[in-house]
């Protein structure tokens, strides 16, 4: 016999199936009911994070800035948008909370399914747009202020052992959040009647759903690859070249020789140099140091010539309008496969135009000495100011990781039960700060 409770909540949801009496369908609405509650369940769970989020890190971090500013990253758009989305995430999904609740007291919850996700989803798109594609942008800032800042990493401890949950489960909440969305509808779907309203619902439900994940995707994929610039701009190249561009994306990066165009002159056949191929161009950079660029070939007009085997094993030639030049890979692997991607995005190009003549795509992609002094000066001041207090080893990223997506990164802060223990002095203080600096703020996002 049907349990009582499952009955009524059935009811409540605005009819899973009917009152036809039997195992199968007990087993049925049960299974409905339990899908249906589990999304209200996670709903709130999710709210709470977010909630956590925001108290914990956000408010707290502009609490610290107030305190102690010249122990902490300089304040700007990147470190003001760390997690002040957790307070509209909040805010969007407790309205979808609410009407999901509502809509269940009223014994409408899936039939008005639909609907309500179609209002959701309007309502939350751009906020997932902005938060996908500023989502590996931001974990690696995370990650970078982390490093270079001791006081910044202990303030992320502090909020990570508060909130109980490390801070890369707590930022990739919003983007595992919609596609549970999915699979907790696809539930849902397993148990209404084929033809039925409720199941009408549903199903525009999941579509709204899967195009707002697919927003998400996208999204990520493009902050992704915008990250990959910006750290081979910045980082690599140490600001020698301006790579940021809407089209512009990373292929391909490796050591291989140059060779000398006249040999005899040289004792050697030529130099190592590290290669970087991209969409639009090919950089060859002095392997050591700051990987000073030596030049910048357009893959525009560009022919990949095949060498063949004789004094030089593995080597081939780019013949470009604006420089020709040898170049021998390790092994006939590597070659191929250099061939392959060069000629691949030379053949991606087509006869397009580049926006300026190929003899001036070099200049005017460098960046001029004042600005890459500018930048030099502005990096030498910020580490220095992180240099008066100890650095602690704890945190650890690996630098093979220069060129993936730190958004894969499943962890940006582990740490023991030792050192949690060792953080509860602080743990108590920060309590106390928090609860402080609560009372003298608005209930509003912080200014």
């Known amino acids: 016999m049907r349990d009582r409770m499952t009955v009524e909540v059935a009811t409540m949801l605005g009819g899973a199936g009917g009152d036809t009496a039997g195992a199968p369908d007990d087993d049925r609405h049960a299974h409905c009911v339990e899908a249906a509650m589990e999304l209200l369940r996670s709903e709130k769970s999710f709210i709470s994070k977010m909630r956590m989020l925001d108290g914990e890190f956000d408010r707290r971090l502009r609490g610290q800035y107030a305190i102690r500013s010249d122990e902490f990253p300089e304040w700007d758009a990147t470190v003001d948008g760390l997690f002040s989305h957790a307070a509209r995430f909040e805010k969007v999904h407790g ?11 009223r014994s409408a ?15 939350a798109t751009p906020l997932y747009a902005e938060y996908a594609t500023m989502y590996a942008q931001m974990s690696h800032c995370l990650w970078r202020h982390r490093k270079d800042f001791p006081r910044f990493h202990e303030f ?4 990570e052992a508060c909130a109980k949950e490390s801070i890369a489960s707590l930022r990739i909440s919003p983007i595992q959040r919609v596609p549970r969305y999915k699979l907790l509808l696809n539930e849902l779907v397993r148990d209404l009647e084929p033809g039925s309203i409720q199941l009408a619902s549903v ?4 579509e709204k759903v899967q195009w707002l994940a697919n927003q998400i995707d996208g999204g990520i994929m493009d902050g992704s690859r915008l990250l990959n610039l910006a750290t081979l701009q910045d980082e690599f190249f140490d600001g020698q070249v301006n790579l940021i561009s809407p089209d ?10 140059k060779l000398f165009s006249n040999q005899s002159r040289h004792v050697s056949r030529g130099k190592r140099r590290r290669f970087v191929l991209l969409t639009d161009c090919l950089i060859y950079a002095k392997v050591d140091g700051i990987h000073k660029i030596k030049h910048i070939l357009p893959l525009y007009q560009m022919k990949v010539v095949d060498v063949p085997d004789g004094n030089e094993a593995s080597a081939f030639q780019l013949v470009s309008p604006v420089k020709t030049i040898t170049l021998a890979a390790d092994t006939p692997e590597n070659k191929e496969e250099w061939m392959d991607a060069i000629q691949s995005a030379v053949d991606a190009i087509g006869a397009t135009s580049p ?3 190929l003899q001036d795509f070099e200049s ?5 000495p004042a600005v890459r002094s500018e930048r030099s000066r502005s990096l030498t001041f910020s580490r220095k100011k992180s240099a008066s207090v100890t650095r602690r080893p704890s945190f650890q990223f690996s630098d093979s990781a220069a060129y993936r997506n730190p958004s894969l990164q499943s962890c940006f802060g582990t740490f023991s039960e030792e050192m949690l223990s060792s953080l509860a002095s602080s743990i108590s203080d920060a309590t106390e700060e928090t609860s402080r600096l609560s009372s003298s703020m608005s209930t509003d996002e912080p200014h």
């Open 95 to 105: 309205r979808l909370y609410r009407t999901l609740k509502d809509a269940t007291r």
């Open 248 to 257: 512009r994306e990373l292929i391909k990066t490796g050591e291989m020789t």
């Open 109 to 123: 919850m899936i039939v008005e399914c639909g609907k309500t996700f179609r209002e959701f989803i309007g309502e």
């Open 364 to 368: 005017s992609l460098l960046q001029p």
């Open 203 to 206: 199903k525009e439900a999941i």
């Open 156 to 159: 992320i401890l502090v909020g």
């Open 355 to 357: 926006g300026v003549e």
